[in-house]
């Protein structure tokens, strides 16, 4: 180890006027002597180990702020759970009601295969029993995003000008938001109980 590191002393100090050559050789021997070529990779490796534990703790503190960042958004969102007797007492006379120039809800949404489909009512049956009602219930949850006025079951059958989905199979049962069975819907996707209405 020794006689190289002296060969390429001299070899430089050769090479360069005095005045230059202490400092140009002074840091090649410290490079040569202490520093040998397992202690360099050991160094490096050490390195890598360290730049991935930056990386890691960058991504984590990155996702910690986003985390935050959408925390508003998220608790809004983050939103009451449907209530069951809601649904059954409001919100199922919505889809056998009859109105004026439309079908009722139940009569397509028993026998078509959309998103929102329905347990069949039982022959001779105008309304639906408990069994059937939990099932129903259920069912609806494919077009009800909690808490939010993007679920089918409010913008589909509204119109659109109301703020509804451009169209509907079963067409516009409802022109305006204000209109009980909308706000009655609405209440029911934001989580309300029997017990908050009275
Ligand atoms: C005349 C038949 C008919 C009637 C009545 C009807 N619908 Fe529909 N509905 C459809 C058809 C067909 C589709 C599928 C095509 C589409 O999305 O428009 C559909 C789709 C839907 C969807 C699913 C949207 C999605 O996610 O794809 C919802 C929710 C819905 N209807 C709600 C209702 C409600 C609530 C009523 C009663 C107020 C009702 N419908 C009455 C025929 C009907």
Redo the contacts with the bound molecule.
Sequence with gaps: MKSPVRSSFFLIEGRFPQSESNFVIFPTKLFCREVPVHQIKKALSCMLVVACLFLVAAGSLWAKRQEKENQPAASSTAAAPLDYDFFKTKVEP??LFKRPG????V???TI?H???HLVPLSPGSTTWNEEQSRQNFELVQR?VVPGSMES??LR??LAQEAGGDP?????K?FSSQDNPECLT?KAFVFGATLKAER
């Design positions: 919505i889809f439309h079908a009722r809800c009569v397509c949404h078509n959309v998103p929102l077009v089918p079951l589909h059958p169209a509907h199979g079963g067409g049962h819907l």
